[in-house]
Structures are given as structure tokens and as C-alpha cells.
């Protein structure tokens, strides 16, 4: 019940994750190719994309986990659930509208889903924190640039690394 302690637990909890995570992910949708073909072989480089796509949506899914945690310690279940019940709808048309363009345009479709699940889930976050949107967005601040250094690291090193044609690992 202590609304500020809370406050500074969430943002907190956000800005950890988004600070592990973000630059995780982002490391994960550059290397994608060479580390695709590396362990499964080029014939598995039609996953290439979608793998790619889906690290864009791990950030939203870790970030609405939390929102998650925090409505049921709230008791905001039912809150919850009409946002889950939205997400689900969301995957169930985003997959289908998606799959005209095989797995790619499915994961697409997946990510929007999760990208609407963060956003209420968020939203509802906000609201039972009694935050606001630019102090969530701030929390998340620090792990932005933190990905946007290893970008900075790891798209010219392994640009740099694929012009040497050494295996893909």
C-alpha cells in the first residue's frame, strides 16, 4: 500500500530489465545470421528474419511481464485479464493476417501483439504506481543507450568479420 515505495520498485525492476535485456536482444537481432547458420546451417536462414522481428517483440514481453507481476500484487486481476483478453485477440488476428506472408509476416503480426500488450499493460502500470508515461519511458533511458553502444560495438565488428568470410561462429 505504500504507493511510492512501489513507484521506485517498478521503475526500478523496469530500468533493470530494460538494461539487461534491450542490449541482449539487440546484440541477438544483429548476430542473427552468422549465428544461425553457425549452429543450424544455411539451410535454416529463412529463420533469419523472424528471429530478428522476435527480439523486437522479447523487449515488450519482458517489459509487460513486470506490468503482469505488478497487477496481481495490486489485485487488479480483472484489469489484467481484459488486457490479456485484448493481447489475445491481437495474436489471434495479427497471426492470421500475418501468416499471407508466411513466418515472417506471422512474427510481424506476433510483435504487434506484444507491442498492444505493452502498452496496456504499461498503462495500467502507470496508473497503479501513479506514475507517469515519461517517468516510465525515462527508466527505460539508460538500457536504450547502453543498446545502442553495443549497435554501435557489434554491427560494424561483425560487418567488419563477415567481409572476411571466416565461418559464421
Known sequence: NDTTRL???YLGSVALSFLVILPALTGLAITAPDLIAGCFG???TGAIL???ILCIGGVFQCMYNLG???SRAKGA???KFWCHFVYALCVLVGSYIGSHWGITGVAVGVVVAMSVI???MAQLSIYLTRTTWKEFFLSQLPGAIVAVSVAGISLPTTLLLRTTQLPHL
Open 7 to 9: 513507484k521506485r520498485a
Open 77 to 79: 486481476v480483472y484489469w
Open 50 to 52: 523472424p528471429l530478428q
Open 68 to 70: 503482469d507481476s505488478l
Open 118 to 120: 505493452y502498452l496496456l
Open 42 to 44: 544455411t539451410q535454416w
